[in-house]
C-alpha cells in the first residue's frame, strides 16, 4: 500500500490530486513539542481533506524529549490535538535529535504507553542508524516501527518504510516522504475499537432448536418440525 507523510512544510496541498495519483494513505504531523502552541498549523486542514478525498489517515508527533516524563507529556498534547478523530493508521512518536538517542528506548516506552493507554494504535518512527544502535529488539516488538530508509531496498522488517524524501506526487508542490506499508492497520484498529473507532461486534453463534408439530385438519394428519433459532425471535 503506497502513502505519504507530511506536515506544514509542503504546504497547501490538493488531497483529490493525491488521491487519483494513486496514493493510498498519509501520516500527517499533528505537531511537536509539549505545548498545545506547537500543533502543526495545517493538520486540521491536512486531516479534513485528506478524510474527504478517501484516504486513510495517521498521524505523527515530533519529539524533543530528552526524559520519560518529557516524553508522557508530548503524548498527553499529542492525545489533546487528535481527540474526536478516527485513524485507520497508528499515532506514531517521532524520534530523531541526536541528544535523544541514549534514552531511546525510555522515551519511546513512556510516549508509547501514554498513546495506548488512551485507546490508540501506538507506533515509533526512527531511521536504520537509530534502530540499529539504539533501540532494543523489545522495543521494536512492542510498538510498530514506523523506518526510514533511504535506499532501494528495506533493511530492517518493520511494519512501515519511508523509502526516499524525495518524491514527487501531483497535487502537493515539491518534494514528499513517500511510504510503504507492509501490514493491514485499518482491519486491526477497527476489529480492536481503537482510534476513535468503536470495536466490531462479533455475531453470536447461530443453534436451531426442532420442535416436532403434528396437525390434524379436516381429518388429515400433517407432521413436521420447526426450527427455531436461538439468537432470534422469529420461529
Request: hydrophobic residues 40%.
Amino acid at each position: 500500500m503506497k502513502g505519504i507523510d507530511v506536515s506544514k512544510h509542503n504546504g497547501h496541498i490538493n488531497w483529490p490530486a493525491v488521491k487519483a495519483a494513486g496514493v493510498d494513505f498519509v501520516i500527517i504531523r499533528a505537531g511537536y513539542g509539549r505545548e498545545l502552541s506547537q500543533k502543526d498549523s495545517l493538520f486540521e486542514e491536512n486531516y479534513r481533506g485528506a478524510k474527504a478525498a478517501g484516504l486513510k489517515v495517521g498521524a505523527y508527533w515530533y519529539s524533543y524529549a530528552t526524559t520519560g516524563e518529557d516524553a508522557i507529556k508530548e503524548a498527553k498534547t499529542f492525545l489533546q490535538v487528535v481527540k474526536g478523530k478516527q485513524f485507520e493508521f497508528p499515532l506514531y512518536y517521532d524520534i530523531e535529535e541526536n541528544n535523544q538517542m541514549t534514552a531511546a528506548n525510555i522515551l519511546i516506552t513512556a510516549f508509547c504507553n501514554e498513546i495506548e493507554k488512551a485507546g490508540y494504535f501506538a507506533g515509533f518512527y526512527a531511521n536504520r542508524s537509530t534502530v540499529q544502535n539504539y533501540v532494543s529488539q523489545a522495543t521494536r516488538e512492542k510498538y510498530s516501527l514506523w523506518i526510514a530508509d533511504w535506499t532501494p531496498v528495506q533493511h530492517i522488517t518493520a511494519p512501515m518504510w519511508q523509502r526516499t524524501a524525495a518524491e514527487r506526487v501531483d497535487g502537493i508542490a515539491g518534494y514528499v516522504d513517500a511510504n510503504i506499508s507492509h501490514m493491514d492497520f485499518e482491519s486491526i484498529i477497527k476489529a480492536r475499537g481503537l482510534n476513535g473507532y468503536e470495536a466490531e461486534q462479533t455475531p453470536e453463534p447461530t443453534t436451531k432448536e426442532e420442535i416436532p408439530i403434528r396437525i390434524i385438519m379436516n381429518g388429515v394428519k400433517f407432521e413436521g418440525v420447526v426450527r427455531h433459532a436461538n439468537n432470534s425471535a422469529q420461529v
